[in-house]
């Protein structure tokens, strides 16, 4: 199926610092999205964008957390500053009128 | 409160054997349903879908059987096989231009050859 790429695989960081998560997405799809995995458990949804801009993001998207997509360029999660419960697997996904696809996701480990 | 419920946890099945994943849902407006399938260290790849103007979706092995009024949907995995076993995630959303997915949190398949 269609391949959404995402860099790095894993990532450890030190609390407090900055981190951006990089994807790219299926070439002609419009709609981008970041969800939260931790353990293996249940995706959550952070928030979707399109057109340039956010269009829903959740509870889980907090202050410190920004996307966006300069150019046609990755699709980015950017936390700044960094906590402990940001640890997680994130996953980027892209879709165009209704299948989701998914990047194998990025391991972000807050120490 | 839990939007999507996932039955059961984990399932351990022989190999041949049909598997059964349970899926209910909440939200009535919910209309479209993938099923992703996720291995260890893997992102979740998607599996099957069904829209809710359906009641039945199959491709190959898998088959969603839904049911709107009961607000709830199956997988069934025929013939099933050790390459099968694999966390399952049933998801939903509203559709439209927003795809935004809501997922249940996940049935462990485990094919016992």
């Known amino acids: 199926g269609p391949k959404v790429l995402q860099i790095p695989s894993h990532q450890i960081i030190d609390m407090g610092q900055m981190v951006t998560l990089n994807c790219d997405p299926v070439s002609n799809h419009l709609y981008f999205y970041w969800y939260k995995q931790i353990l293996g458990q249940q995706m959550e949804f952070l928030v979707n964008f399109y057109n340039g801009k956010v269009m829903e993001k959740s509870k889980l998207f907090k202050d410190q957390f920004s996307v966006e997509r300069p150019d046609g360029s990755y699709f980015t999660l950017k936390i700044q500053p960094t906590a402990l419960e940001d640890s997680a697997v994130y996953f980027c996904?892209?879709?165009?009128?209704?299948?989701?696809?998914f990047g194998k996701g990025t391991r972000l480990t807050v120490v | 409160q839990q939007q999507v419920r996932q039955s059961p946890q984990s399932l351990t099945v022989w190999e041949g054997e049909t598997a059964i994943l349970n899926c209910s849902y909440e939200d009535s407006t919910f209309n479209y349903f993938p099923w992703y399938q996720q291995f260890p260290g893997e992102g979740p790849a998607l599996l099957i879908s069904i829209s809710s103007v359906s009641d039945k979706k199959e491709d190959g092995r898998f088959t969603i059987f839904f049911n709107k009024r009961e607000k709830k949907l199956s997988l069934h995995i025929t013939d099933s096989q050790p390459g099968d076993s694999a966390t399952y995630f049933c998801a939903a959303s509203g559709g439209g231009s927003n795809y935004k997915l809501t997922f249940g949190k996940g049935t462990l398949l485990t094919v016992t050859p």
């Open positions: 996904a892209s879709s165009s009128t209704g299948s989701v696809f």
